[in-house]
Nanobody, 122 residues
Framework: QVQLLESGGGLLRAGGSLRLSCAASGSIFSINAMGWYRQAPGKERELVAAITRGGSTNYADSVKGRFTISRDNAKNTVYLQMNSLKPEDTDTYYC????????????????WGQGTQVTVSS
């Protein structure tokens, strides 16, 4: 069973940048799609960005042009570079592993990390 450990969250002002990291263990990292979700209290979890095993990506409209997902299969790590952050980006961000390599639909993700908090002040 895969274990996912997120890091890199924090508190910053609007306009700033953060890079989140997610280290995976316990599975063959390179064969599965990976994704980043976010969730605020009382709201549904939202798929923010996803990447196939081959490196194709998909983004939520709200983050296109500001966030970039990438993966380093040699390090079993997926990243989320977040630029031009806005207060509405404040959420807990979760790393997730896909059930297959190329399906980036939200329902394809079934293993989750514990989350890392991102807080953006105005």
């Amino acid at each position: 069973q895969v274990q996912l450990l997120e890091s890199g969250g924090g508190l910053l002002r609007a306009g700033g940048s953060l890079r989140l990291s997610c280290a995976a263990s316990g599975s063959i990292f390179s064969i599965n799609a990976m994704g980043w979700y976010r969730q605020a209290p009382g709201k549904e979890r939202e798929l923010v960005a996803a990447i196939t095993r081959g490196g194709s990506t998909n983004y939520a409209d709200s983050v296109k042009g500001r966030f970039t997902i990438s993966r380093d299969n040699a390090k079993n790590t997926v990243y989320l570079q977040m630029n031009s952050l806005k207060p509405e980006d404040t959420d807990t961000y979760y790393c997730a592993q896909g059930k297959s390599g190329n399906n980036l639909a939200p329902g394809n993700f079934g293993s989750w990390g514990q989350g890392t908090q991102v807080t953006v002040s105005s």
